[in-house]
């Protein structure tokens, strides 16, 4: 079955470094979505990209999404204390299911 | 407007015991889905459902049994709990993605549950 992975697990960066999270899928996705959840909440919903290609941006964070539409990742330029928390990524395939990748868990140092 | 309501917040069950957890939904949102969390796990969707009386397996249906009779409700059932089944609960919903780009989850508060 369909299954996403991302990388790091882990990332501890000083305040105002940058922060990278990769998501691979093991087949190709329609869509893929990332998701923030902060220490003791639940996911919230940052954004979605559907096209091969895509590149967003909001604020201090750019989302991609590969050309072959099975890879994707979250850029954030100069981190803040506030971006602390766990980032998803989830894709959908061909079916009705969204599968979240494994999470990269931001810390981030005054 | 409660958006997703998880009950209980916190639950410890003996082995062998049942429980239900509830989810709730006041969005009119026909999909529904429960995923539990692990460390280094990430979240693995449990159930789904795409509109009431509608159900399916995600990647680890087993040991958990869903039902869907209103769009607004769709419990999780375990029937007998053990210690692998301790984990943190979430129910999400959204409108439902058929097609190329599913719109996204609103998730519930979740239930941490211990199993002993």
């Known amino acids: 079955g369909q299954q996403v992975m991302q990388i790091p697990q882990y990332q501890h960066v000083q305040e105002g470094e940058d922060f990278t999270t990769y998501c691979n899928s093991s087949t190709t996705l329609s869509n893929i979505q990332w998701y923030k959840q902060r220490p003791g909440g639940h996911p919230v919903f940052l954004i979605q990209?559907?096209?091969?290609?895509e590149v967003k941006k909001q604020k201090r964070l750019t989302f991609q999404f590969g050309e072959a539409k099975k890879n994707s990742s979250l850029h954030i330029t100069a981190t803040q204390t506030t971006d602390v928390g766990t980032y998803f990524c989830?894709?959908?395939?061909?079916?009705?299911?969204?599968?979240f990748g494994t999470g990269t868990r931001l810390q981030v140092f005054p | 407007n409660a958006g997703v309501t998880q009950t209980p917040k916190f639950q410890v069950l003996k082995t062998g015991q049942s429980m239900t957890l509830q989810c709730a939904q006041d969005m009119n949102h026909e999909y529904m889905s429960w995923y539990r969390q692990d460390p280094g796990m990430g979240l693995r969707l449990i159930h789904y459902?795409?509109?009431?009386?509608?159900?399916d397996q995600g990647e680890v249906p087993n040991g958990y049994n869903v039902s869907r009779s209103t769009t607004e409700d769709f419990p999780l059932r375990l029937l007998s709990a053990a210690p692998s089944q301790t984990s943190v609960y979430f129910c999400?919903?959204?409108?439902?993605?058929?097609?190329?780009?599913?719109?996204?989850?609103?998730f519930g508060n979740g239930t941490r549950l211990t199993v002993t």
């Open positions: 989830a894709g959908q395939g061909n079916t009705d299911k969204l599968i």
């Open positions: 459902s795409v509109g009431a009386g509608i159900t």
């Open positions: 990209l559907v096209k091969s290609g």
């Open positions: 999400a919903s959204s409108y439902f993605f058929g097609g190329q780009k599913g719109p996204p989850l609103h």
